[in-house]
């Protein structure tokens, strides 16, 4: 089962992350990013699967039974996110007002719910690992939906930006249901480091990994960029994510450890 990928747009300006079958089938989630031009349409209407759509940028117009709405985001790293979700057999069309980007999440999920769309005010930025291991940990972190906003939703989808040079997930840490993070960087040569269990892969703009469950999952940032990633959980059938955190017990000893600036 591989854990990290290098994807590409294809002609049609589609990015293939994970699939319910194949190398990355572990994730059950289908995730896909689109690049789209002005002017062009993306219609999205998926029988059994809940959809969340999440604008990474540009501006487009949301429409879905019930609702209608235009948002924009200069980028990841500027502004927060808006993303719609909804519910199987709900058909979403994306009209893009300028050259934008989205990402979309798909799980299974035989139940019904009201869309919603979720703005950078129902996500606000926060900081996380203020101080911790020499404050070389500190990050932004926005939750868009899980568990206790969104119990009828088999997914989780929120976002991280690292501070320059910084590390994110840290200490080493695991939980039982697969993750997918969807990584880009304030430039185009940015780069960092995924660890996964024992492996270690270079992060890079539009890569992504792909965590099996109970594997150790920390990052890190290049000194000089800017990290963006978004974070993507399948709740476990009878075991949802409810900020679950199992931290590597070789490593906890830093929580208490005095470190110099």
Known sequence: ?????????????????????????????DIRVYRMCTNTIRNFNKATEETAILLLKGTVTLAWPGGKETVSRKDVFTEGPYALHVAKGTPVEVAAKTESEILVQSTHNDGDFAAKLYTPADAPWVYSSVGLFGNTAKRRVNTIFDYTNAPYSNMVLGEVLNDRGNWSGYLPHRHPQPECYYFLFDRPEGFGASFIGDQVFKSTDGSFSAITPMETHPQSCAPGFQMYTCWMIRHNDGDPWVATRNDDERYVWMYDAKFDD
Not at 2 to 21: A, R, S
């Open 1 to 29: 089962m591989k854990v990290f990928g290098y994807p590409e747009f294809d002609e049609n300006g589609e990015k293939l992350l994970t699939t319910y079958e194949g190398e990355y089938s572990a994730m059950n989630m």
